[in-house]
């Protein structure tokens, strides 16, 4: 751009304009007639451009050092850094009981009752069967009432089971959100009877990375010691493996819930670990067995895979979709046989159990890996954020009406 004094027929060169604050130099003397004062530097303020407000996504549900694939789910999430949303937590549960649960829930609810600016804010419940699903429901419908975009995140073994003997409460919780995340195909099936099908999205759980440690023969179990769990059938089949392959060990990880703890040669009942040393223990293990008799999508699964370790598991939920093409072996649930010999040929063939882990680790980082799972989860956020727009528009709008919910 040029500078010219009033009456000037041309234009005037001048230095270029640079930015910041440099001291305007001002001419010595009023310049003669017909002549043209010395240009002068135009200070030209710094261009800031105005920060970017970042989202929320508030989750409700229990966070912390808890056993449990949703705990872990979540914990996961607080750890993350997402590129648009920034999380908070609101604790409804602690796993108390009598009046202190009461406390934890109704202190939930009134923070519910105070966020601020739904028009950036998401609010995620997790849910679980039973109790949880009706408590983190109720905050659900709580936050959509007070006009916020809502997230159903489902978790739990027996979606389906659930939502076919309790349909009035499963829909009236699905029907307060904008979006319903599930594990699994049949959960996909089952919340697309409550709600329309757009509004149903199967995100698989995302895991965290491992760190490479020196492999041991090492089988591992990590999950409550119960009968869903299968655990009895593993006891069972490890009593015949284990006279035959002394160099090997069983840890079995998690607390005591409805199996004792058996004697077991090479076989070892370590009880409840933290989640941390129950990493370091797969990132130690060859093998990790989980011969459960109902899951939806186990995150101990998940975990081993992404810590190199050829995959025992049972044909159930979602572990069929998660092990399929050879990433794992799935045998039939509650099959002490089957699941023998899997076992065997894990311990006996190095080749055979090297191409299993590895093939599990490369399914985590394509479908499982936080890189690859948390996108479509803040994608989902921002999804239910826009549906809330949708809404207050077409509520706003007179003779613009919502289509009516599916029964």
Not at 39 to 50: A, I, L, Y
Not at 138 to 146: S, T
Not at 343 to 363: F, H
């Amino acid at each position: 751009m040029s500078l010219a004094e009033p009456g000037d027929t041309q234009p005037i060169d001048t230095e270029p304009i640079t930015l910041g604050p440099p001291a305007i130099t001002k001419p010595s003397a009023t310049p003669a007639a017909g002549t043209h004062p010395q240009s002068t530097p135009v200070p030209v303020p710094p261009v800031h451009s105005p920060p970017i407000e970042r989202l929320l996504s508030v989750h409700i549900g229990r966070s912390g050092e808890v056993a449990g694939g949703m705990s872990q789910v979540v914990n996961g999430y607080l750890a993350h850094s997402f590129a648009d949303f920034d999380l908070r937590m609101i604790s409804s549960r602690d796993g108390s009981g009598g009046a202190r649960a009461v406390a934890v829930a109704a202190s939930a609810g009134w923070k519910v009752l105070r966020l601020a600016d739904p028009g950036r804010t998401v609010v995620v419940a997790h849910l679980s069967q039973g109790g949880s699903f009706a408590r983190e429901g109720a905050l659900l419908a709580l936050a959509q009432a007070r006009g916020f975009a809502t997230v159903a995140q489902l978790h739990g073994s027996s979606f389906a089971d659930f939502a076919q003997k309790r349909p009035g409460l499963v829909g009236r919780v699905l029907r307060a959100a904008d979006v319903v995340l599930t594990l699994s195909a049949e959960s996909s099936a089952a919340a697309a009877e409550f709600v329309p099908g757009e509004r149903v999205v199967l995100v698989p759980n995302a895991v965290a990375d491992g760190v490479q440690r020196e492999i041991e023969p090492l089988v591992v179990f990590g999950g409550a010691v119960s009968t869903r769990k299968g655990v009895d059938v593993l006891a069972a089949a490890w009593r015949r493996l284990a006279p035959e392959h002394p160099l090997w060990r069983l840890v079995i990880a998690g607390p005591i819930v409805d199996q004792p703890a058996v004697p077991l040669t090479r076989g070892e009942f370590v009880g409840a670990l933290s989640h941390e040393a129950l990493m370091k223990l797969l990132e130690r293990s060859s093998i990790a067995v989980l011969p459960s008799r109902d899951e939806a999508m186990p995150m101990f699964i998940l975990e081993a895979m992404a810590r190199n370790n050829c995959v025992v598991a049972t044909r159930v939920g979602g572990v069929p979709a998660v092990l399929a093409n050879g990433v794992g072996v799935i045998v039939e649930p509650g099959d002490v046989d089957s699941l023998e010999a899997a076992l065997q040929r894990a311990i006996t063939d190095a080749v055979w159990r090297a191409k299993k882990a590895d093939l599990a680790r490369s399914a985590f980082e394509t479908t499982y890996s936080a890189a690859a799972v948390f996108p479509l989860v803040e994608r989902s956020w921002r999804t239910a954020l826009d549906r809330r727009s949708d809404r207050v528009v077409k509520k706003g709008t007179p003779g613009l009406r919502s289509p009516s919910p599916q029964p």
